[in-house]
């Protein structure tokens, strides 16, 4: 299965804008849809966008994701400190092999 | 509450076998897709396995197939990952996650807390 391309980090300091692209190929983002992952450190990971661009109920609107095509990104508005983590990009991939998941390669948000 | 707690984890040889189970509460298990997913130490993360609500459907990462077998029993509300031929580049955090809550979104909101897996001689 193929890997989602992220940048490996990305900074800003308390209340900018911060975005983070996920590029992807057409057996993947291209035809499902895209879920971001936050993952502060030591612990299990947490679903902060689902189906493009929808929050589970808890995440506060500060974060926002889209999709356009083979791409997609996520959109941190408002930075806090709290949100510096590590953050990735999935989607299922209708691969030849056989269906799979496959995550983005991860990209640590620094909050200067 | 909707909860997931995986064990099984340890410290085992490089060829050798270990069964991680995880056991799912605060829902009705047997409605509901599960799946693993693995994160080696420094990494990122990394799907292992999926298994439809009836076990009649499963799916595996190229980096474990013919190695890995996942299971589900519906009576006890548990997860299973047999995990056979073991090697060094299996070390990880190995957790369940389901799409429970935006289920039938194809997204993990619910994760367990993960059990550590080390393949080391």
């Known amino acids: 299965q193929s890997v989602l391309t992220q940048p490996p980090s990305a900074s800003g300091t308390p209340g900018q804008r911060v975005t983070i692209s996920c590029s992807g190929s057409s057996s993947n983002i291209g035809s499902n849809t895209v879920n971001w992952y936050q993952q502060l450190p030591g612990t299990a990971p947490k679903l902060l966008i689902y189906s493009n661009n929808q929050r589970p109920s808890g995440v506060p609107d500060r974060f926002s994701g889209s999709k356009s095509g083979t791409s997609a990104s996520l959109a941190i508005s408002g930075l806090q400190s709290e949100d510096e983590a590590d953050y990735y990009c999935?989607?299922?991939?209708?691969?030849?092999?056989?269906?799979?998941?496959?995550f983005g390669t991860g990209t640590k948000v620094t909050v200067l | 509450e909707v909860q997931l707690v995986e064990s099984g984890g340890g410290l085992v040889q490089p060829g050798g076998s270990l069964r991680l189970s995880c056991a799912a509460s605060?829902?009705?298990?047997?409605?509901?897709?599960m799946n693993w997913v693995r994160q080696a130490p420094g990494k990122g993360l990394e799907w292992v396995s999926y298994?439809?609500?009836?076990?009649?459907?499963?799916y595996y990462a190229d980096s474990v197939k013919g190695r890995f077998t996942i299971s589900r029993d519906n009576a006890k509300n548990s997860l299973y990952l047999q995990m056979n031929s073991l090697r060094a580049e299996d070390t990880a955090v190995y957790y369940c996650?389901?799409?429970?809550?935006?289920?039938?979104?194809?997204?993990?909101?619910?994760w367990g807390q993960g059990t550590m897996v080390t393949v080391s001689s």
């Open positions: 298994i439809s609500s009836s076990g009649s459907t499963i």
């Open positions: 996650a389901s799409s429970i809550l935006v289920y039938p979104n194809d997204a993990f909101d619910i």
């Open positions: 999935a989607a299922w991939d209708d691969s030849l092999n056989g269906p799979g998941y496959v």
């Open positions: 605060g829902f009705t298990f047997s409605s509901y897709e």
